[in-house]
């Protein structure tokens, strides 16, 4: 092995053990018998539960909406481009507590959308449809820009060829482009999945109840301490970590088949 090769292997270790590291030290350092009891605390399955659920309908929402702006962003040459894109990325830069605040202040029941919305019975504050709204709008740049990356990837030629044998615009787009994004979909659902699972900032100030894990964690840390945070904690990691292995695993063999 080159001595180049050597360098960079070290320098990749460092950065592996630095973020493994933390996670290690706090999973081995709990009792077992503490996370089977925790796990039995109905707060906290629930809370849990509702995290993967809010996450969940916020990609769903997401992928329904997302994937023609990430289209129209790869094959599109229109004014103003550039700053769509910047609108699409702004989430990602601006604190989550801000995002929560501008969320408020649209969908809150006394400004007129979300007024609105509460007259068809639909309320977006301390409601799992807030929840999903704070999580959606924080982490849909994660599947947007993976989607157009992979549209971007897709050969246009193949497009053209497509619509000389007959095919209509949406026809090339379901049957020719939407099936070889297919892995840069996939990847950035599951982004925006985990990004939603972890966000807080947002959340709590659009939806402080029902509690989803993040906020039960920095509360039961505020109000008990980090003996009682650590448990939850924990079983947040060790659950998301099998669900997003098993993720990349079918994700990788959907690619491999």
């Known amino acids: 092995m080159s001595t180049f090769r050597i360098g960079m292997a070290a320098l990749g270790l460092i950065l592996i053990l630095l973020l493994a590291l933390p996670l290690l030290n706090m999973v081995t350092g709990t009792d077992p018998a503490v996370l089977r009891a925790t796990l039995a605390d109905h707060e906290v399955s629930a809370s849990i539960l509702l995290t993967m659920r809010c996450a969940l309908w916020a990609t769903l929402a997401g992928l329904l909406l997302g994937i023609p702006l990430a289209y129209l962003l790869a094959r599109g040459s229109f004014a103003g481009k550039s700053i769509l894109q910047g609108l699409v990325d702004l989430p990602i830069m601006i604190p989550h507590t801000a995002m929560g605040i501008a969320l408020l202040m649209v969908y809150g029941r006394k400004f007129p959308v979300g007024g609105f919305f509460a007259k068809l019975g639909l309320s977006f504050v301390s409601t ?59 990847s950035g659902a599951i982004m925006m999945w985990a990004r939603g699972i972890s966000e807080f900032g947002a959340v709590i100030i659009l939806a ?5 894990a993040p906020v039960l964690i920095w509360e039961r840390f505020e ?23 098993g993720l990349r695993w079918l994700a990788t063999r959907g690619q491999e088949s």
């Open 208 to 212: 402080y109840h029902p509690m989803v």
């Open 223 to 245: 109000s008990y301490g980090l003996t009682y945070a650590r448990p939850v904690a924990v079983l947040l990691i060790l659950i998301c970590l099998v669900l997003f292995a």
């Open 128 to 186: 799992e449809a807030g929840i999903s709204l704070a999580m959606a709008y924080v982490s849909m740049p994660y599947l947007i820009n993976a989607a157009r990356d992979g549209f971007l990837a897709v050969d246009p030629r193949l497009e053209k060829v497509a619509r000389t044998l007959g095919a209509s615009p949406g026809q090339v787009f379901s049957r020719v482009s939407l099936p070889l994004c297919r892995q840069g979909i996939v």
